[in-house]
């Protein structure tokens, strides 16, 4: 195009030359055709922009294309996710539905195990009513033979050599000749102390009342012993015993002895049946008057009913708990203290339901003139006399009915309680100790001697897990799970062990230097305390008969209740005791005696060279084992010595031994391998008494190689109590050499387990 515009422009120069047109004239023309090339220039750059564009058009068209296309794939893509989400609703809510059904499935579950917990309940009890049958009707059996035998040996010591064809004494021979081989028997070992129950035995003391006229009730007094709690007691101790002839006394389970000169007792017989004796101080007997008796008198109100709880206040009054959860109250009303909300004296036993719908009491304290009760769901309630505090309820208004205490103990989980004069504490099921009501001597450990209108935590406590605690007059004694003993409170008659009479505000450690203490005593109407050892040694300190001892002293005495028997003022029984009358040789006994007896024995067991002595009758009786062994075609049945490989000789021993008297003699590691036994013959109440004896040795170190046996025995109860046990002292655990030689897998559940009870928060 710029071509043709320079010849256009010669053309015009030519014809500007051959019409001789002026000058000027050109020139503008020139100037002219100047412009328009320039602007045709302008219009071919515009074209060529124009073809440029029309390619980006053409680009822009197919870029276009592609878009739709991604378009309608999206919203393919959509319409798919709609579809997807309609159908997550549905399986969300077919999953609600699912949740709802799961509920229903779990509360039927849970009424199931109700029923199955007492299916199992009813099973043990006519389990254990046949076994008593037949043993009822074995002991005759065993009895003759035991004569029968003890004949034969007497013809067999008079036979002569030429009597050999005789059945007699060929088997008199044969057992001579084993008795005389390496298998002899040894003595049998004698038997330590019974184990002490903490908890869930009433350990309440029987209150004093201090204003009742002083009387003491006197008697021929007749020789005899009561079993208490495992540990044979002269029943001269106990005066108001002897009032019982001698067909009386083995009727006897339960007893408590209380009043100003230990003058009133309560004892409930094998048949739940009970009765009262003594001064009748505030009707304190529930006779329905206020008239002493020298002669045991029966009360009707229990109906066959079992006591699990029995406490007593100053007035005195009274409270007793039955094993269906009923409470029960009588005696002296001045300050309500029997919850009735009246003030009249309480003539008869009076069933207590104000305040306590659906509850089941499992437990009572009284004070001086106030009332306690636990309940099974762990929730305390306090009722009676108030002017210090001690019902917890903020204020200082008596109290007419049980009142549940809450303030800082709303949401926990009480396992205990107890009552001094005018103050109540309470024991939570993570080993805290909570302490409201007359703080004058400092009883509430609370490190002043303010009284407290609501619970208050003992801080001086802190890390520490309390497994018993018990009240006297003005001071406390705590236990620990480890066996360390703490007191604090009143200390005039050296009743604190500290080796003064200073009062402590806050609890001191005491006995350090002895060996583990397994049971603390002390009763809210004397100022004597006591303690028993792991090997049984019993201590006793404070006010004894006059004197006032300040260090814990060594008595020959076997159990804490004789300290109260022989040395306290007055002498009280210090909770319900549970008794076993031995003035004659019952089927218990006789078999008892007759364990490991060469005289009357006709199988034998070698453990480690030993031999142990037995009947098989008794392991028939008492070992569904055994039973299934000499009733098949085991080789065993043949046999008159029976080696034993599998097992320990003093657990195999403990093990028969506890076939003949239903208890069990063995250190605490030595009890492990008697829990093997146990779960492998299949024994549950002696897997449940090797699991109390391994509660009672746990320790920091063996902690944790007693939570791995437990689980490998599969024994929930005791694998709870070590957990729980580990995770409270989880720091000293964690260093120990126990800890770190379990299995990866192990470790890492106690971890979890522990992680979610909150063991690793700040």
């Not at 006394?249 to 017989?269: D, H, K, M, W």
């Not at 300040?550 to 005791?577: I, K, Q």
Request: a negative charge; aromatic letters at 8%; glycine letters at 6%.
């Amino acid at each position: 195009m710029v071509l043709s515009c320079s010849f256009l422009l010669l053309f015009f120069s030519s014809s500007a030359r051959d019409d001789r047109r002026p000058a000027g004239r050109e020139e503008e023309v020139l100037v002219v055709v100047e412009e328009v090339v320039e602007v045709l220039v302008s219009v071919e750059e515009v074209l060529a922009f124009v073809e440029e564009v029309l390619v980006v058009v053409e680009v822009v068209e197919e870029v276009l294309v592609v878009v739709e296309e991604v378009v309608e794939e999206v919203l393919v893509v959509v319409e798919e996710v709609v579809e997807v989400l309609v159908f997550v609703e549905e399986v969300l809510a077919f999953v609600e539905e699912v949740l709802v059904f799961v509920e229903e499935v779990l509360v039927f579950v849970e009424e199931v195990l109700v029923v199955f917990e007492v299916l199992v309940f009813v099973e043990e009890v006519l389990a254990f009513v046949e076994e008593v049958l037949v043993v009822v009707e074995v002991v005759e059996e065993v009895l003759v033979v035991v004569e029968e035998t003890k004949k034969k040996q007497q013809l067999g010591s008079t036979v002569t050599a030429d009597n050999n064809n005789t059945g007699t004494h060929r088997d008199t021979v044969r057992v001579s000749r084993d008795d005389s081989a390496p298998c002899s028997s040894p003595p049998p070992p004698a038997s330590p102390p019974s184990p002490p129950h903490v908890f869930p035995c009433p350990r309440h003391p029987p209150p004093i009342p201090p204003s009742s006229p002083s009387s003491t009730l006197t008697a021929p007094r007749r020789r005899g012993r009561l079993s208490f709690s495992g540990a044979m007691v002269d029943v001269s101790k106990w005066p108001l015993f002897s009032l019982l002839d001698a067909e009386e006394l083995p009727t006897v389970r339960q007893a408590c002895v209380f009043g100003t000169s230990a003058n009133e007792a309560i004892y409930i017989t094998h048949g739940n049946e009970v009765f009262v004796v003594g001064l009748n101080s505030s009707s304190c007997l529930g006779t329905g008057d206020s008239l002493s008796t020298i002669v045991p008198k029966k009360l009707d109100f229990l109906r066959g009913k079992k006591v699990v709880s029995l406490s007593y206040g100053s007035g005195p009054h009274v409270l007793l708990a039955t094993d269906d959860g009923q409470l029960f109250a009588w005696g002296h009303n001045g300050y309500s203290q029997i919850g009735n909300g009246t003030t009249n004296q309480g003539l008869t036993p009076v069933l207590i339901t104000s305040n306590l719908p659906n509850k089941k009491v499992t437990e009572v304290a009284c004070g001086s003139h106030h009332s306690m009760a636990l309940t099974l769901d762990g929730e305390v309630f306090a009722w009676g006399y108030n002017n210090c505090g001690q019902i917890g309820s903020g204020s200082t208004a008596n109290q007419p009915y049980p009142r549940k205490v809450t303030g800082s103990l709303q949401g926990k989980t009480a396992v205990a309680i107890t009552c001094g004069q005018t103050s109540s504490m309470t024991v939570i099921e993570n080993g805290e100790v909570y302490g409201w009501g007359y703080n004058g001597n400092g009883q509430l450990g609370i490190g002043n001697n303010g009284n407290q209108l609501t619970p208050c935590r003992l801080a001086a406590l802190q890390g520490l897990c309390i497994q018993q605690i018990v009240s006297g007059y003005g001071h406390c004694l705590a236990l620990t799970d480890e066996g360390l003993l703490y007191s604090w409170g009143a200390n005039t008659y050296g009743q604190l062990g500290t080796g003064n009479k200073s009062n402590h505000l806050s609890p001191t450690q005491i006995m350090a230097d002895k060996e583990r203490v397994v049971e603390v005593a002390a009763c809210h109407s004397t100022h004597t305390s006591a303690a028993k050892t792991q090997s049984g040694q019993v201590y006793m300190w404070g006010q004894c008969r006059g004197q006032s001892i300040v260090w814990p002293h060594l008595t020959h005495f076997v159990n804490t209740d004789d300290v109260f028997a022989c040395f306290a003022t007055p002498s009280v029984m210090w909770r319900l005791m549970s008794v076993e009358h031995d003035d004659f040789l019952t089927v218990t006994e006789a078999l008892r005696k007759e364990f490991d007896s060469p005289e009357t024995s006709d199988l034998k067991f070698s453990v480690d060279g030993k031999c142990i002595h037995v009947h098989k009758a008794v392991l028939k009786i008492r070992c569904e084992h055994f039973r299934s062994m000499f009733r098949s075609q085991w080789t065993e049945d043949q046999q008159e010595v029976i080696e034993i490989g599998q097992f320990s000789y003093p657990v195999y021993r403990s093990f028969l031994q506890f076939l003949y008297t239903d208890t069990v003699d063995l250190p605490p590691e030595d009890a492990i391998g008697l829990l093997d036994l146990a779960t492998s013959y299949c024994e549950n109440r002696l897997k449940r008494l090797c699991q109390q004896i391994i509660k009672r040795g746990i320790t920091v170190e063996n902690a944790f190689t007693l939570l791995s046996a437990a689980i490998r025995y599969d024994a929930e109860d005791l694998e709870v109590f070590c957990f729980r046990f580990c995770v409270n002292h989880l720091t000293q655990v964690t260093q120990t050499s126990a800890f770190w030689q379990v299995d990866g897998a192990m470790l890492k559940e106690f971890i979890s387990k522990a992680s979610r009870c909150g063991a690793f928060k700040n």
